[in-house]
């Protein structure tokens, strides 16, 4: 469950990177607070996500304790920790309206997970989830940075381009220095976009700068 700093939910947890972080960055302060339980292993396999998030599926699959999946993150204080979500609630931070608001939001979720309903944010059944099995865990995230959407202009060879289009010659960018590629949108449903995009460019330009091809 993610809910903003007034404890209540706001979007589907289910979106793609880019959904997802715009909405939270439409929430107070910019930030969002992630929520699970003790069945996270369970619940993660079970989501079967792709991409970079499948890193936790894998280490799910393979056995690892969440404790290890978060210990860096429990150490440094991070994430928090807490045997009921009232604690856990006070360790993130909320207070008054936002605290009753967090816990009567806990209580929908898990409601909406007994009915296999998320009739507030259309999240699909099977990636939903209770909240009821401790310790739970909590964590605060701001922006994330994945890719750059901004950089060197270039051509279909790599090659850098002035304000006025023309040609640098001699200077090449490749991957994420290069700009426009994800433009106003980095979809995560095709996974493997942008390390392929800067494999495969930089394939080309070493192709090109060996005689491979012609320019
Ligand atoms: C957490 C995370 C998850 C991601 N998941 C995915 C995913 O699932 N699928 C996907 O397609 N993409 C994913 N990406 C994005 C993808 O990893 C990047 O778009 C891609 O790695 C960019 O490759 P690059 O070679 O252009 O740049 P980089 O991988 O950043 O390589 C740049 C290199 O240049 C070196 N360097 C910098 N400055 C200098 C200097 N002055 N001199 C010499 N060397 C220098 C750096 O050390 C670095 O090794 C993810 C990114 C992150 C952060």
Not at 27 to 37: E, H, I, M, S, Y
């Amino acid at each position: 469950m993610k809910v903003n700093r007034n404890g209540v939910r706001f979007c589907n947890e289910s979106t793609p990177y880019d959904i997802l972080c715009f909405q939270a960055g439409r929430q107070p302060g910019g930030v969002f607070c992630q929520v699970f339980d003790a069945n996270a292993p369970e619940d993660i396999l079970r989501f079967a996500t792709i991409g970079c998030s499948a890193f936790a599926n894998q280490m799910m699959a393979v056995g690892m304790p969440i404790e290890e999946f978060c210990a860096v993150a429990l150490e440094q204080g991070v994430m928090q920790k807490a045997d009921t979500l009232d604690e856990l609630a006070d360790k993130l931070g909320f207070e008054g309206d936002a605290k009753q608001a967090f816990l009567d939001q806990a209580e929908r979720y898990n409601q909406q997970f007994d009915a296999q309903v998320d009739d507030d944010f259309g999240k699909e059944a099977y990636r939903l989830s209770a909240l009821r099995q401790a310790p739970f865990y909590g964590c605060w995230f701001g922006g994330s940075l994945l890719t750059t959407i901004d950089g060197l202009q270039i051509n279909g060879d790599c090659q850098v381009l002035r304000a006025d289009n023309s040609v640098i010659p001699g200077l090449y960018a490749a991957g994420d220095v290069s700009g426009s590629f994800f433009s106003g949108n980095y979809p995560e449903y095709i996974v493997g976009c942008a390390s392929g995009r800067s494999s495969t460019q930089g394939r080309h330009v070493a192709r090109l700068l060996a005689g491979d091809l012609k320019a």
